[in-house]
């Protein structure tokens, strides 16, 4: 969001039509820690203040965030959404399988917000139950966020059994090659590039149901929802999953057609341009 706020000071007293895009409402927002709290205050007083101007436009990726920002005090017929940046669904393509043992990819930085110590805890789970099911950790902490794993834990990951961490991967292709199950348990998202990447190569998904998550991960549909920080849930999900293929295979046929019908950045690129079209003959008419 730095770059939005960065924007629209930049632009004060200039008289040009703004567009403000969030792509998530970030770490002050999901935190609850003093330090968070006292942040928070102070981002919402700077997004109020900026984008409750005439000339702010705001672009959201889900329903929950538009919420947040009418709860600003910003006009409704300011704030539209689009839903995040879309996938190459020509590039991303359905895959098969790959042989057991049953193999759960996450995607991300490797962030407390956004659930990892949580499937950690939940694979110490399925060990303890005797389910062999892998975990790939695939990302990079993010040492700028507060949330960020401290590379001693990142450490210890690597020594247990069954977990893989990946870093960062270059072609995101080979993560669900070898993964059955895409799993992201986040407490907050905007609309999360991973899971809709992984729902376009035809990957089943876990994921959390808060904002961003379940836009994609639609529970019953193509995916299992369970409550965020709730290891035991989460393990509980992933061993359902493992155990049914057939579930999985009809999650990943349903999930790759939400791709192609309302994710494809075919899709989202021309809704872009539309907005900007539009934004643009707004300037025009306030100000010839």
Known sequence: MCAAYIGSIASLGLGIQTLNALAGLGFVFTSRTPKALVAGFIVRQLMRFLLTRRDAAVLVQNEDDRAAIAALGVPSEHVFMIAGSGVDADQLTPMPEPPEPITVGFVGRLLDDKGVRTLVAAHDVLEWRGRPIRLLLAGEPDPANPASIAPEEITAWKQRTGVEVLGHVADI??????????????????????????????????????????????????????????????ADAIDHLARDPSLRGNFAIAGRRLVEEEFSSARIGGEIVALYDYLLAKQRVLRP
Do not use: F, M
Request: charged share 25%; glycine share 6%; aromatic share 2%.
């Open 173 to 234: 292709r080979t993560v669900w090659a070898r993964s059955h199950i895409a799993v992201l348990p986040s407490r907050r998202e905007g609309l999360p590039k991973s899971l809709l990447e992984a729902a376009a190569c035809g990957r089943a998904i876990v994921a959390t149901d808060v904002p961003g998550c379940r836009v994609i991960a639609r529970d019953g549909v193509n995916a299992l929802l369970v409550p965020p920080d709730d290891p035991n849930a989460l």
